[in-house]
C-alpha cells in the first residue's frame, strides 16, 4: 500500500481487534484513515453515523466494534442486538449508500457445535445463545442491505488491549500457584484459538490490499483462525507450559461449570477460502514470548 488511493474507515479503534489494525496501519505510509473508538463515535446513535459517513465517505469500512460479553448478553439481550445487529445494520446501509465496502467480523459462535468435523463458510447456522443470535441477525442485515462486504468470522481471540483466556489464565495461574490451589478449565469446548495480531495481518494482506490494488478478493463470508484445534484445558495447560508456570489443571466438563451462556461443544471453523495461518501453539508462544 504504497500509494493508498482508498479512504479507511476503521470502527472501534480501541479494543482488542481495533487496536491491532491502528498497530499495524501506523507503519503505512499515507494511509488515508479515519479511525473511531466508541468516545468518537456511538455507532448505535444512526443519526451521528450516517453523518460521519457522509462526511468521511469512505472506500471501505473495517468494524471491529462488538458487544462480547457472552454470558453477560444473555440478561442483556437488548444491548447484544442493539450493537451487533441494529448498528451493525446501519453501517451495511450507509456504506450502500455511499458506495463503499464493508469488512466485519463476526464468529464461531453463529453454529450449534453439534458438527464435530468442524464448520465451513457455507455451514447451516443456527446460535444457542444470545451472542451468537446477535451476531448472526448482524450477518444477515448486512447481507439484506449490500453486497460488498466481507464477513469474517473466526474464534477464541487473544491479543493485547483486551480481555482474553490468556490473560486470564495466567492471573488465575499465578493465584493458584501462590494458594496452592487447582484449577478446573472446560475439556468437552474445541475450538481454533486466533491471535489478534496473526488476524489482522490476514485481512490486510487478503482483503484491504488487494481491494486497494484493485484487484478485490470475491465478496461473501470467510473463516479465519490460526491452525489447529483445541480444547480450553488444552489451551489452558499449552500457556501454562511456555510460561512454565507448575499449575495443576484438572480437565471438567461443561455440565460441572455452568454458565449462564451456552457454549457449542465443537465450535471449529474451517477456512475454504484463504490461506491457512499459522498454528494456534506458535500464536500463542509469540504472544506470551513479546
Known sequence: MENPRIKIMLLGKSGMLGSCFMDFFVGMV????????????????????????????????????AYTAVDDAEKNRDAAFRLNAEAVGN???????????????????????????????????????????????????????????????????????????VDTMLKYGAAAIQNGTEMKVVNDQIGSPTYTHDLVNAVIGQIVEPLEDGKPLPFGIYHLTNSGVCSWYDFAKKIF??????????????????????????????????????????????????
Do not use: Q
Open 91 to 165: 453501517v451495511a446501509k450507509f456504506c450502500k449508500e455511499i458506495d463503499a465496502a464493508l469488512i466485519h467480523f463476526s464468529t464461531d459462535y453463529v453454529f450449534d457445535g453439534m458438527k464435530s468435523a468442524g464448520y465451513v463458510e457455507g455451514d447451516a447456522v443456527a446460535p444457542i445463545n444470545v451472542y451468537g443470535e446477535s451476531k448472526l441477525a448482524g450477518e444477515k442485515l448486512i447481507n439484506e442491505s449490500m453486497g460488498k462486504y466481507y464477513i469474517v468470522r473466526t474464534s477464541w481471540l487473544f491479543g493485547k488491549n483486551g480481555k482474553n483466556f
Open 30 to 65: 499515507g494511509l488515508n484513515l479515519h479511525a473511531y473508538g466508541h468516545a468518537d463515535l456511538d455507532i448505535t446513535d444512526a443519526v451521528k453515523l450516517r453523518e460521519k459517513f457522509l462526511e468521511i465517505k469512505p472506500d471501505l469500512v473495517i468494524n471491529c466494534t
Open 241 to 290: 507450559e511456555i510460561k512454565k508456570m507448575e499449575v495443576k489443571v484438572l480437565p471438567v466438563t461443561t455440565a460441572e461449570f455452568p454458565r449462564p451462556a451456552k457454549r457449542p461443544n465443537f465450535s471449529i471453523l474451517l477456512n475454504s477460502k484463504m490461506p491457512a495461518m499459522r498454528s494456534w501453539i506458535e500464536a500463542v508462544e509469540t504472544y506470551l514470548n513479546n
